[in-house]
């Protein structure tokens, strides 16, 4: 198979942490007899001190023009980058808006793993953390409270504002459908999570989550509180397959589900469109405290590219072996630094790359 990958590499540790991802891409491809050909994109810092801008129309069309996007991640430091000083619309975040706009991507995703190698990392008691945990966040990402109308008024002396949340249906089911066809392909189970105790938007996303999940008999859907979910991550997260809600809910509850696994260098992230398109980054920024040094964890990008395969390509065998390669290079005590912990082997960005290379068979 031809798979072409745009890639941003982007800032800080986004270079050195893509460069990893690909040479396990390569390695994939030499194994499984596919071709990949890259297209390297600037956005973010990268492009500013180019083209003036974090993002250009020509980084769009060739984003577009692939089959899929692999990012680093983009930013600096805002106390002392050059970049900071511009205007928001010209500063590095603006371009990762932008691309996500332009490309359409409304769908989320946020794997929540727990590795036994990693458990101590877990801020939860033993007796959960033991039972490990494998969850998938879906967040709504295009519609919502964030991007309802709002405004702040004065009424006799008293400050007012709104925010307004709004769903289509149409928006609900293209998100379920993706949430269910993708629980398909793992545990089988979607927990949708709204607040229809409360709010209309969320009766109308129960409707039709239903209404959806009847195509997808093989899955068991169960709704749940917002509320009561925020509860049950650090009570049970165990009992989690793909958690399927709307965009602030999920906002909130991936950033819980992230840190109950306590490794921000390992968390893996896709935004997805209505086609097999989508965009690949880890869930950690630019960390421009470490950039340039080779100590930078590069599993949570090894992994982003794990899931392109899977959701882009459907190379599922592909993904998987990359996902074992990563088990078993934790399982032999290797760790980066923000992983590090006693009686293992500590090891740089790229030896960690070349760990996991060796690791990729067929
Ligand atoms: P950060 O995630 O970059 O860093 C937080 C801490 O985690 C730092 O101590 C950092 O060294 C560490 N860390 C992060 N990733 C790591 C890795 N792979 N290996 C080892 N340690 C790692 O968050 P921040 O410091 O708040 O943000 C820095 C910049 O990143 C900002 O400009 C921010 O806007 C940007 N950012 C970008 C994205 C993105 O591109 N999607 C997401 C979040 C933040």
Request: aromatic fraction near 6%; proline fraction near 4%; charge should be negative.
């Amino acid at each position: 198979m031809k798979l072409k990958i745009a890639c941003i590499a982007g800032d800080g540790i986004g270079p050195e942490i893509v460069r990893e991802a690909r040479k396990v891409l390569d390695k994939v491809a030499q194994c499984f007899g596919h071709e990949i050909e890259y297209t390297d994109i600037l956005m973010g810092g990268a492009s500013i001190d180019v083209h003036g801008v974090p993002l250009t129309e020509e980084a769009v069309s060739a984003a577009k023009a692939a089959d899929a996007v692999l990012m680093g991640s983009i930013g600096g430091d805002a106390a002392t980058s050059p970049w900071y000083k511009l205007s928001p619309e010209r500063r590095p975040e603006a371009g990762l808006l932008g691309i996500r706009k332009a490309l359409n991507l409304f769908a989320n995703l946020r794997p929540a793993i727990l590795y036994p190698e990693l458990s101590g990392a877990c801020p939860l008691k033993t007796e959960i953390s033991d039972k490990g945990f494998d969850m998938l966040i879906m967040r709504e990402l295009t519609g919502g409270l964030y991007f309802g109308e709002r405004k702040t008024v004065e009424e006799n002396g008293v400050r007012k504002a709104t925010d307004t949340l709004v769903y289509d249906e149409n928006e609900i089911r293209r998100i379920a459908v993706k949430g269910f066809a993708i629980a398909q392909k793992r545990k089988k189970k979607v927990t949708s999570v709204d607040k229809a105790n409360v709010l209309d938007s969320s009766r109308l996303w129960r409707n039709v989550v239903e209404e959806v999940a009847k195509d997808y008999p093989e899955v068991a859907l169960e709704h749940m509180l917002v509320d009561n979910c925020a509860m049950q991550l650090v009570k049970d997260p165990a009992q989690f397959d793909v958690i399927l809600t709307e965009n602030m809910f999920g906002d909130i509850l991936s950033d819980e589900a992230s840190m109950v696994t306590g490794s921000i260098g390992m968390l893996a992230s896709a935004s997805l469109n209505d086609t097999k398109f989508g965009l690949y980054e880890p869930s950690h920024g630019s960390a421009p405290d470490i950039a340039g040094k080779d100590i930078a964890n590069p599993i949570a990008t090894v992994l982003s590219a794990a899931m392109m395969l899977r959701y882009s390509f459907d190379l599922d065998k592909e993904a998987d072996a990359v996902e074992a390669a990563v088990q078993e290079a934790l399982k032999a005590g290797y760790r980066t630094a923000d992983i590090m912990s006693e009686g293992c082997r500590r090891v740089s960005c790229t030896e960690m790359g070349d760990l996991l290379v060796e690791r990729v068979h067929k």
